[in-house]
């Protein structure tokens, strides 16, 4: 589909996207991959693009709370099994993009994303559902955005499965959100592939398995990496792809997410107990950190870090509890913590544990609560990030966003969005995920507390920083227009 979008835009041909997807906000989210693919494609539309999201159908509320329409039914197979599929579509086009819901009886219908036994199923039949659904359409679109290992056998299958060889030529795109997780399947699972060249085995094996994301990197026209600078660590720490990623640097380039300000706005936000801008910034948070304190049981004269996030090593959430316990005996409790998130049970356990020794200066919710992460980005002083490996990061964006200080470890996505107050910027940035860096870390942060003056002007500087979509849009369509010619 390609036409022209009038003088406006400068006569720019207007493309068909197609993004294939696990997670969408707010149909259902994770993590950051859920943020962005809710708020990527409708920016792309109001840049006069038509880019639409296709996304397994789970059983969450978002399912229930709207109207849809059968748009196509369908019967493929996963191996030897053959299934129905039926692709329903969102009717009022209420997150300003067209969305597709895949519904596999049996799979997809579930109540959570990921964690099953059989997600390698899961995720395998969506993707096949997928380009059979696509491969009957009457035009083909311009471009097929694939995300994370998901849907990442999508630039394979349109190559090299001989069922999809019509849409052979369309220039797929994959988005690298996150290299930990790839994947695997074992090869006596490689029947699940619709019949296809077995000469290209190669390109679906890494270290004698399949590896969807190995395969993905290896076939798609162009691999992208949330931030250039966890393109450039993947080099050296990839889960076991370094390389691989060395490899394909040629068609590989890192764009930095944008921040959904329709969602994350502290102006407009109606998760708040009071809405603010940069003049009133002050008064503003003031308000949200009080009903916070109140509801945590903590001393809102302190300063108040807070962590929001995947109780996961890979954001160093293990470290948390002797970080917070040596920042609270070296700051002599004038200083505050509030953790939001679940994850690994040990580190779920270690959290609550610490409850009962700091009560007063502590506290945590585990679990997962949007409502409760807008209210903390609102009301912290300060966001706490010691990831060991942020490949883009949109935590500290939105708390910049919220005027609340970033103290994050220098790395990914975080090293290229917060500049040290040391060094005339607005954040705290620190070298190792460990407890003595980050207690280092809460002691500046309790300085640059004190200096209400300075305080106040870095969190204005830090919300009127353009985190839009507005600059990804544009490197992702020259990159979509650079594969049609
Ligand atoms: P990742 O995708 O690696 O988890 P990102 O920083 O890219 O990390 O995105 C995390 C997103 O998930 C943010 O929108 C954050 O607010 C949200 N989030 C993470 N954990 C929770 C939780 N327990 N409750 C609410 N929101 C959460």
Redesign the pocket.
């Known amino acids: 589909m390609k036409y022209f979008t009038g003088v406006f835009k400068f006569f720019a041909i207007s493309m068909e996207i197609i993004h294939i997807s696990a997670e969408c906000y707010p149909v259902a989210k994770a993590?950051?991959?859920g943020?962005v693919v809710g708020a990527l494609p409708k920016y792309q539309n109001k840049s006069g693009h038509v880019a639409k999201v296709v996304m397994p159908m789970y059983r969450t509320k978002f399912l229930y709370e709207n109207q849809w329409q059968v748009d196509h039914k369908g019967t493929t197979s996963l191996g030897s099994w053959m299934f129905d599929y039926t692709i329903i579509k969102e009717k009022t086009n209420k997150l300003g993009f067209d969305l597709y819901l895949v519904d596999i009886n049996g799979l997809l219908d579930r109540d959570r994303i990921y964690g099953y036994h059989d997600d390698t199923e899961r995720f395998m039949a969506f993707q096949i559902a997928v380009l059979h659904w696509i491969n009957q359409w009457d035009h083909k679109p311009d471009v097929l955005h694939c995300h994370d290992h998901h849907t990442s056998m999508i630039p394979f299958m349109v190559k090299y499965c001989y069922a999809f060889n019509r849409l052979g030529n369309v220039p797929t795109v994959l988005t690298i959100h996150?290299a930990q997780y790839q994947g695997w399947m074992g090869w006596d699972k490689s029947h699940y592939i619709p019949a296809w060249d077995t000469w290209k085995g190669g390109l679906l094996d890494w270290k004698n398995t399949i590896n969807p994301l190995a395969a993905g990197i290896k076939t798609a026209w162009k691999v992208t990496t949330v931030s250039s600078s966890y393109l450039e660590e993947m080099k050296w720490s990839a889960n076991g792809l370094e390389s691989l990623i060395s490899q394909e640097q040629f068609k590989s380039m890192g764009i930095l997410n944008g921040i959904d300000t329709e969602v994350w706005n502290p102006e407009t936000d109606r998760y708040l107990r009071e809405q603010y801008d940069p003049e009133i910034v002050r008064r503003g948070k003031d308000i949200n950190k009080k009903f916070l304190c109140k509801e945590f049981h903590l001393d809102e004269s302190n300063p108040l870090v807070v962590f929001?996030?995947?109780l996961v090593g890979e954001k160093a959430a293990d470290i948390l509890p002797d970080a917070i316990l040596s920042s609270l005996y070296s700051m002599q409790g004038n200083v505050n913590f509030l953790v939001?998130?679940?994850g690994e049970p040990e580190i779920e356990n270690q959290l609550v544990q610490l409850k009962n020794t700091f009560a007063g200066n502590y506290n945590a919710f585990i679990?997962?609560?949007?409502t409760l992460?807008h209210l903390m980005y609102a009301g912290a002083d300060f966001l706490l990030m010691p990831s060991r490996v942020e490949p883009?990061?949109?935590?500290q964006m939105?708390a910049m966003k919220y005027g609340t200080v970033p103290m994050v470890r220098s790395t990914g996505g975080l090293k290229d969005t917060v500049v040290d107050v040391g060094d005339n910027g607005w954040g705290i940035r620190f070298e190792q995920p460990t407890a003595g860096d980050v207690t280092y870390s809460v002691g500046r942060a309790v300085q640059v507390y004190q200096e209400k003056e300075k305080m106040e002007s870095m969190q204005q500087h830090m919300m009127n920083i353009d985190h839009s979509w507005q600059h990804s849009v544009d490197q992702y369509i020259n990159l979509y227009q650079d594969l049609k010619h």
Request: proline fraction near 0%.
């Open positions: 993590g950051g991959l943020d996150n929001i996030g995947r939001l998130g679940n679990g997962y609560d949007e992460s883009c990061g949109l935590n939105y």
